[in-house]
């Protein structure tokens, strides 16, 4: 762990050589390293990552600046996208821009890189106004804006409904050393415009990876994101996603998280609710087994009155592994009328399996509606027989249970090809032929 | 013996009065401010405490000195100066007032609104009471039946000089010494404090209190207790009054440590009312409390606390699951009003099979106060077919105030139940609305509303006790509503 810290530290003096140091963006760069240097990687004993150790990934000796190792096939990558519908893209490889596979736009809307947003004067006035102000300083974050170099570039003017989703994909393949990458993606979404967002994580090595991402989106007045996660990475690359929402009045912002895959993934979503009548949606499905560790850290910021937020969070655990959701509401003093529902519900498959729950109010005015539901038990033996009964086999009964306990969240996915590519995976991951599409 | 006449009285009493002043002399003597191995030693000696005794405190103390003040609790306060404080003073003798005329009419008008007898009033008020007071032969009583059962119920001090095999066997089993640093703090210097020993099938036939334990003196900031249910046995014990508790000490850090063999039975309640400090947050006990209990097989642990007084409060009375078939309870009402803060919830460790706990905390806050229910439920590996159930509601009155919930459940086998819900809202509108409407004034319909909202918890108080704590909690709330 001081090892990648103190490689981490002295690489910087070798990522300044590349970049553009006089600028304000490098200030806050500097500043955030030193942050990071004062505060190293987090430890189970900071009460955010009580149940989260990252030892046993952060030991390993990952290169900083992977050069792109392997040639990509789209043939070969074809399948990690959401093929079948058009979508702009934004492709990095092992942290850098693929042109090849992406497809970006500068057409009413800009679709691009965070390189160019950074080096380009045009851009200036949206970075100066937008960069680094809604992500926090917690270590990871600091050491993500430490190296914001490389990211998704998305600004939607207003009134603007962009007619297709954008996908933002990150591959890794180095096959011959471990790799670390820090994308950096930034979202500003203008008054009563419309996106959704698609974002995935994929390696294509069995080498370590660590991804430490940091995503800020803006929403500003009535406008609409919707985000879609798919995390279903490989079992040897692992994930901190660090994913920071400031929505302005009457917008709605809404993030499902799919957490199939991985080695250890944590996600840290927080939303920061400026203005009134704001909604925010929050839910995830993790089906995990093996070793998998899945984390959902989430937290939402009712800052003003007569705004609403939705949590609903389902989680089937086998064999060794664990889940963590802390899930924390905050209604201010001034938000009245807030509407704050949290839900998370969990199944254990195995005796080995593991559930951490912390289900957070924290509640400073009086007239509010806040609930908060957390479970943990086992799939209804009733329902089951009732099936077996009926002639569905145990194995596909099970299934068809898990399925229905977990479309409560898939219900409100948006985008039809999304909804039937998570229920394959779902199908594919509990080993289960339901026969029909959801 | 000749004739028992008036003067023999007069003379007794004389005798008394000196008894008392002779004794005032030596207990005048107060240590040094200060924390240190030899103020340890002091206090141990000054209890005339066997050598195991004294070397245990010591123990406590060197893990205490190496431990630093949490500050994870969400509580703001200043954090008390150890070296300040003077570790073992005799309790104070309160000036004798001769009738009810002499106390604080403010007191007085509390008691009357908690409906205490005017015997009681005077006891509490420390008012002289005639000769034949019922509480002492009360008291006696007591003690001649608890005594056919067998059931040892005294000072911890007293039980370490006359029960040393059982405070020895089983002090610190449950909360050790270097169980956190107030635990620490209290082993080392713990003034006194309650044993109560219950053997093998006993149903003790009274309610315990601490408040009918002959000799008891001022039991001091470092309070400690220590309940045995022998294998069968049934105790229900009171800790606390609702009567107001005046007391100086900033501090208080007590333990209290409950050890329920198979098939036994505790159900531990207490009334927590020391003073909250002045509307403006001024002055008000810290009570920083240390309270578990273990169950073995088929045993049962309930804790039902109504905590209404104290500046900060911070208590997770806990159950130890340990037996199979073993249940934990926890029922809390906390009530903060003013400047109060309040952490307190409670720890379902579940580690034997077909264990079963159920929490219920209601908070409820007003004025400028914060309350936070910060509660524990784990389900170990082994603990098959475990189930919990957890609930717990704010009720928040006003804006200034704060409503927290930071529940942890940690599940480690399949076959557990768990079942976590929170809830927060405000007194209706419509309700309070409804009951003017029948004539009830808004004051008196807040105390009807929060008394609905509090059944659950004072449902599983002992009778008297639940009829005092309702009042209680009317009088906390009083001028909380604008």
New interface residues.
């Given amino acids: 762990m001081e090892l990648l810290k103190d490689k981490i530290l002295s690489s910087y003096v070798a990522f300044e050589n590349d970049i553009n140091i006089n600028s304000d963006v490098h200030d806050i760069r500097t500043e955030a390293l030193e942050n990071f240097e004062k505060l190293g990687f987090p430890t189970k004993k900071l009460e955010a990552w009580k149940y989260t150790s990252l030892n046993s990934i952060l030991k390993e000796d990952y290169s900083i600046f992977p050069n792109k190792c392997t040639a990509v096939e789209l043939a070969d990558v074809k399948k990690y996208f959401i093929h079948d519908i058009d979508t702009y893209k934004v492709v990095f490889i092992d942290g850098k821009y693929s042109p090849f596979l992406s497809e970006t736009t500068h057409d009413t809307i800009d679709v691009c890189l965070m390189s160019a947003a950074f080096a380009k004067p045009k851009y200036k006035p949206v970075i100066e106004k937008y960069f680094n102000k809604v992500a926090n300083q917690d270590n990871l974050t600091s050491l993500n804006t430490a190296f914001a170099k490389e990211g998704a570039y998305i600004h939607i003017p207003r009134n603007v409904e962009v007619e297709k989703p954008i996908q933002i994909i990150n591959f890794s393949t180095c096959a011959d050393i471990t790799t670390m990458v820090q994308p950096r993606n930034l979202i500003v979404v203008e008054e009563n415009a419309h996106v959704q967002i698609i974002e995935r994580h994929q390696s294509l090595t069995s080498n370590a990876v660590l991804s430490n991402v940091v995503t800020e989106i803006f929403v500003d007045k009535s406008a609409t994101v919707d985000v879609y996660k798919i995390q279903n990475d490989d079992i040897n690359a692992s994930l901190v996603d660090n994913t920071y929402i400031n929505q302005k009045s009457n917008s709605v912002a809404s993030v499902h998280t799919f957490s199939f895959g991985g080695n250890i993934t944590r996600n840290n979503l927080n939303f920061y609710q400026n203005g009134e009548h704001i909604d925010s949606i929050l839910k995830g499905v993790t089906i995990i087994e093996g070793k998998q560790h899945v984390d959902h850290h989430t937290l939402v910021d009712h800052i003003e009155p007569n705004c609403e937020s939705h949590q609903d969070y389902k989680g089937i655990y086998d064999e060794r592994s664990t889940g963590v959701f802390n899930g924390k509401v905050i209604v201010n003093k001034e938000a009245q009328k807030t509407n704050a529902y949290q839900q998370n519900n969990n199944v254990l498959v195995s005796d080995k399996a593991t559930i951490n729950a912390k289900p957070q109010l924290e509640i400073f005015a009086d007239d509010v509606k806040c609930s908060h539901g957390c479970t943990i038990g086992q799939l209804d033996d009733d329902a089951l027989f009732y099936m077996q009964q009926r002639g569905i086999p145990q194995k596909e009964g099970k299934g068809l249970l898990m399925f229905a306990f977990a479309n409560t969240v898939l219900e409100s996915v948006k985008i039809p090809e999304v909804k039937s590519r998570i229920t394959k995976l779902i199908a594919e991951k509990l080993n289960v032929n339901i026969g029909f599409d959801l | 013996m000749s004739k028992y006449t008036e003067d023999d009285l007069e003379l007794e009493l004389k005798t008394k009065e000196y008894e008392y002043g002779f004794y005032t002399d030596i207990e005048s003597e107060t240590f040094a401010k200060g924390l240190n191995e030899d103020v340890v030693r002091a206090i141990s000696k000054k209890k005339n405490e066997p050598e195991w005794m004294t070397e245990w405190r010591l123990e406590a103390f060197r893990v205490w000195e190496k431990m630093t003040e949490p500050d994870?609790a969400n509580v703001k306060y200043p954090k008390p100066n150890f070296q300040e404080i003077a570790y073992y003073s005799a309790p104070k003798k309160k000036p004798k007032l001769n009738s009810l005329d002499e106390v604080d009419p403010d007191l007085l008008e509390t008691f009357k609104k908690l409906g205490i007898s005017i015997d009681e009033q005077k006891k509490l008020a420390n008012v002289a009471v005639d000769i034949v007071m019922d509480s002492v032969s009360v008291a006696t009583t007591f003690k001649k039946t608890l005594g056919e059962k067998g059931i040892i119920f005294m000072p911890i001090s007293e039980a370490i000089q006359e029960h040393p095999e059982l405070v020895k066997k089983y002090l610190g089993t449950v909360v050790p010494t270097t169980d956190n640093f107030y635990a620490a703090l209290n082993s080392a210097v713990f003034s006194d404090g309650s044993f109560c020993y219950i053997p093998k099938g006993v149903k003790c036939p009274m309610e315990l209190s601490t408040y009918f334990r002959i000799n008891e003196g001022g039991t001091g900031q470092f309070e400690r207790t220590l309940v045995v249910a022998d294998k069968g046995s049934y105790v229900s014990y009171l800790e606390g009054c609702t009567a107001p508790q005046r007391d100086e000490n900033q501090l208080h850090a007590a333990v209290v440590e409950l050890i329920a063999m198979d098939d036994a039975e505790i159900k531990y309640s207490t009334v927590q009312n020391w003073f909250p400090g002045d509307e403006n947050g001024k002055g008000g006990v810290f009570n920083f409390v240390t309270k578990r209990g273990l169950c073995e097989t088929n045993a049962k642990i309930s804790w039902t606390q109504v905590e209404t007084g104290s500046a900060v409060t911070w208590k997770y009375p806990s159950c130890i699951l340990k037996g199979n078939n073993s249940v934990g309870e926890f029922y809390s009402i906390a009530v903060t009003n003013h400047y109060q803060q309040a952490d307190t919830g409670t720890k379902m460790i579940h580690l034997g099979k077909n264990t079963k706990s159920t929490i219920i905390s209601k908070g409820i806050s007003a004025g400028k106060s914060q309350n936070s229910y910060r509660g524990l439920v784990q389900i170990n590996?082994r603990a098959e077919n475990a189930r919990n159930f957890s609930q717990c509601d704010?009720l928040?009155?006003?804006?200034?105030?704060?409503?927290?919930?930071?529940?942890?459940?940690?599940?480690?086998?399949?076959?557990?139940?768990?079942?976590?819900?929170?809830?927060?809202?405000?007194i209706g509108e419509d309700q309070l609305f409804y009951c003017n409407q029948r004539g009830i004034d808004t004051e008196k319909a807040i105390a009807l509303i929060v008394n609905g909202f509090s059944k659950e918890v004072l449902n599983k108080l002992p009778m008297e006790f639940a009829v005092e704590a309702q009042k209680l909690l009317e009088i906390s709330l009083e001028g909380s509503v604008g």
């Fill in positions: 994870w590996s704010s928040l009155m006003g804006n200034a105030c704060g409503a927290h919930t930071f529940p942890y459940i940690e599940v480690k086998n399949k076959s557990a139940q768990i079942e976590h819900e929170a809830t927060t809202s405000k």
